[in-house]
């Protein structure tokens, strides 16, 4: 009987391993497809059936990206708006958080309330009069719409990042702040040194989460940007697909793969730089409802 157990036992686990390479491999197939296309000519990508192996492997497409487009000027501006806009998340609004989650004051819940619904507000209903407040201020047509709202803890993803750090923060014993208090500590040394050490995790997650956010966002820069000087990466994609400064009017869907690779490639070692305090981010609380 306790033979066959164990048997069981092996069979459920190699049945279980045997369907989750499975599913691996499905989701996989698209990046493979994308790196098989960068290394492709413009025939081999376009040919049927499809060519799942390029030959001849064509290392140069990677080289002709910054070339036929000026794609240096595209990562240029992402990191002009990636990076003040992660600084913006992780620090106004974690200071929010800071307040909604061990402070209390008359109002909170009902301002943290007004915080919850801005989650369920879509992007689309907000968009046209934010663009009438930026044409007013004059900054259509400049990086400034895409990164000031974040500053000031507002915008794509601002809610998300109040609400992901207050429930990282409540999870933080108060005893740690009265502690502090008694040593003469205020709440904003409270904050700096016992908080955001302790908070490691999410702060890992936050910052990946809006980095790609920020990264990947087609719309906003879509609206607000027309001048080619100005787009950020995934403007700068769609030149592959059409006519750019010096593409020719066929589609480069080869270049466009080697694009995509190497835009792909800061977000996937933001990951692994901060892939154990993300996921102790995710399994502690910092995310979770």
Avoid: C
């Amino acid at each position: 009987m306790r033979i066959n157990k164990r048997v069981g036992e092996r069979i459920r686990v190699t049945f279980t391993y045997a369907i989750a390479t499975l599913v691996a491999l499905v989701f996989m197939l698209p990046i493979v497809w994308t790196i098989s296309g960068s290394l492709k000519t413009a025939g081999q990508f376009s040919a049927y059936p499809p060519v799942w192996l390029p030959d001849p492997v064509v290392w140069g497409n990677y080289l002709r990206v910054w070339q036929v487009v000026p794609f240096a000027l595209y990562v240029l501006n992402s990191l002009l708006v990636a990076i003040p806009v992660l600084l913006g998340r992780l620090v106004v609004s974690s200071l929010v958080a800071y307040g909604f989650s061990r402070f209390r004051f008359p109002g909170r819940d009902l301002l943290f309330l007004l915080v919850l619904s801005m989650i369920m507000l879509p992007q689309a209903v907000t968009l046209v009069p934010e663009f009438l407040i930026f044409q007013k201020l004059g900054w259509t047509n400049s990086l400034l719409p895409l990164f000031i709202p974040a500053l000031l803890g507002v915008g794509v993803g601002g809610a998300f990042t109040i609400f992901a750090f207050r429930q990282y923060f409540m999870s933080i014993p108060m005893d740690f702040d009265e502690a502090a208090r008694i040593d003469g500590a205020g709440p904003l040394r409270i904050y700096w040194e016992i908080i955001v050490p302790l908070s490691r995790p999410a702060f890992a997650a936050v910052a990946i989460f809006n980095f790609l956010l920020t990264w990947n966002d087609y719309l906003r820069p879509l609206v607000y940007l027309t001048a080619k000087e100005t787009f950020i990466i995934p403007l700068g994609l769609t030149y592959f697909q059409y006519q750019g400064w010096l593409a020719p009017v066929e589609p480069m869907f080869n270049l466009l793969m080697a694009a995509v690779v190497i835009t792909s490639l800061p977000v996937i070692l933001l990951f692994l730089a901060a892939q154990d305090h993300f996921v102790r981010g995710m399994a502690l609380g910092g995310l979770k409802g």
